[in-house]
T-cell receptor
Framework: LAKTTQPISMDSYEGQEVNITCSHNNIATNDYITWYQQFPSQGPRFIIQGYKTKVTNEVASLFIPADRKSSTLSLPRVSLSDTAVYYCLVGDRSAGNKLTFGGGTRVLVKP | SAVISQKPSRDICQRGTSLTIQCQVDSQVTMMFWYRQQPGQSLTLIATANQGSEATYESGFVIDKFPISRPNLTFSTLTVSNMSPEDSSIYLC?????????????FGPGTRLTVL
């Protein structure tokens, strides 16, 4: 059964760039790749979304290779407040295009 | 964007009882979703609730256990029926403003349920 997979955790330091890669081998042809951020005791918050190549907004960049089987969320110059769990969300053709969240990557930013 | 509120924010319930969770959105939306998030885990979609039609449940979730109402375009409820300790979890509602086409969702703060 295909899965959307992410690293479980990553540590970083303030001011560094953090890159989180999500593997989604069975992404649906027409599906977007969406990333969310979740703080404790809160619902997930939309960060960025893309379909192919590169997307950038005021908080992050999203890199998507041509085959779209993975995507990388890039957080530039992280601060302590970026400590959170980050989820990717894609469709999954092996599950009837069901929206499937990745397992989440717990990012800890240290001073 | 959308502002979503949920009630209650948390509850402690006895096994065998039921709890109804409310989700209120500040704008009219077609698509609403209900998720479960067990402690330290990712989100699992329970069902999609579109106004004017029956909710669509994901594999492993049934209407008798998780009945959903969607009386209008700004409100939905999820009931967790005949609860057991295994139902202890965070329940979240979300909405998609573009009909779900781009999968951009806005989430409520969640309802933390503990079943004793």
């Amino acid at each position: 059964l295909a899965k959307t997979t992410q690293p479980i955790s990553m540590d970083s330091y303030e001011g560094q760039e953090v890159n989180i890669t999500c593997s989604h081998n069975n992404i649906a042809t027409n599906d977007y790749i969406t990333w969310y951020q979740q703080f404790p005791s809160q619902g997930p918050r939309f960060i960025i979304q893309g379909y192919k190549t590169k997307v950038t907004n005021e908080v992050a960049s999203l890199f998507i290779p041509a085959d779209r089987k993975s995507s990388t969320l890039s957080l530039p110059r992280v601060s302590l407040s970026d400590t959170a769990v980050y989820y990717c969300l894609v469709g999954d053709r092996s599950a009837g295009n069901k929206l499937t969240f990745g397992g989440g990557t717990r990012v800890l930013v240290k001073p | 964007s959308a502002v979503i509120s949920q009630k209650p924010s948390r509850d402690i319930c006895q096994r065998g009882t039921s709890l109804t969770i409310q989700c209120q959105v500040d704008s009219q939306v077609t698509m609403m979703f209900w998720y479960r998030q067990q402690p330290g885990q990712s989100l699992t979609l329970i069902a999609t609730a579109n106004q004017g039609s029956e909710a669509t449940y994901e594999s492993g979730f049934v209407i008798d256990k998780f009945p959903i109402s969607r009386p209008n375009l700004t409100f939905s409820t999820l009931t967790v029926s005949n609860m057991s300790p295994e139902d202890s979890s965070i329940y979240l509602c979300s909405v998609a403003l573009d009909g779900g086409f781009t999968d951009t969702q806005y989430f409520g703060p969640g309802t933390r349920l503990t079943v004793l």
